[in-house]
């Protein structure tokens, strides 16, 4: 077993999934676990095959319900815990985040950094075929995340994120409440409101070529209004 493990969350990604395990598993020093979100086209079967070639390197957890991105990290979390990960990564699994980054970000983590951050801003945007109205909405709402918190992330937003497994045995003993879009936001949040270390790594975001979206309206709102909840709570916590 390696110490660093790459959670995929997975929903209908049976195009993709092939691909992004065996590009995660060219870089050397990483398990994989998916977390699959019930996919009803397949994914959790082709992972299975899968495993016949990547043996005690490949793993696969049922999320019985379709209940959202955040409930699968969650459920990968605490099952690297379980099996003592010093180092936990979590990237999506349609391509758009590049597993070569993998490595660079290990390394922030075993040298004083507690969670590294793969981040489209942090030096200019860098995102590839998104459509215009698409990358606005994403800077402005790293925007409107910064000022409002004061965290001094440029993508509070960003899905490919590692942490060391400290951080996430504090986090998950306390209510993370949210579960789509606004999970990242406050991963991040509490995070450094608990005074551990994080940096931003920069990478190039590449929009999905196969598969569908998985971001919808009800996800937009609620990463909009839950500034306000986790901002409310953090006061009174911290009081």
Do not use: C
Not at 9 to 20: A, F, K, L, Q, S
Not at 60 to 69: L, T, Y
Not at 194 to 203: A, Q, S, T, V
């Amino acid at each position: 077993m390696n110490s660093s493990l790459v959670i995929i969350p997975t929903y209908n990604e049976v195009d993709n999934i092939e691909r992004i395990v065996k590009r995660v598993f060219l870089e050397k020093s990483f398990d994989i676990l998916v977390v699959d979100d019930s996919s009803p086209d397949g994914t959790a079967d082709k992972v299975i095959k899968l495993q016949r070639h990547f043996k005690d390197r490949l793993f696969i957890e049922g999320n019985h319900k379709k209940r959202g991105i955040g409930k699968a990290y969650l459920i990968g979390f605490e099952w690297a815990l379980k099996r003592k990960y010093n180092y936990i990564f979590q990237i999506d699994a349609d391509l758009s985040h590049d597993p070569k980054e993998l490595p660079k970000m290990l390394d922030n983590l075993k040298n004083n950094v507690d969670v590294i951050i793969g981040s489209r801003y942090v030096d200019g945007i860098n995102v590839v075929n998104w459509p215009l109205s698409r990358i606005l909405l994403s800077y402005f709402a790293s925007l409107y995340v910064r000022i409002l918190t004061f965290m001094p992330i440029k993508d509070p937003t960003s899905g490919f994120v590692g942490y060391k497994s400290s951080v996430l045995d504090s986090l998950i003993n306390n209510k993370i409440r949210f579960s789509g879009y606004a999970f990242q936001i406050e991963m991040k949040f509490k995070s450094w409101k608990k005074k551990f270390i994080l940096k931003e790594h920069p990478i190039v975001f590449v929009n999905r070529t196969d598969g569908i979206s998985k971001m919808n309206g009800d996800i937009i709102w609620e990463a909009f209004f839950g500034i306000f909840i986790l901002i409310f709570d953090s006061f009174f916590n911290k009081k």
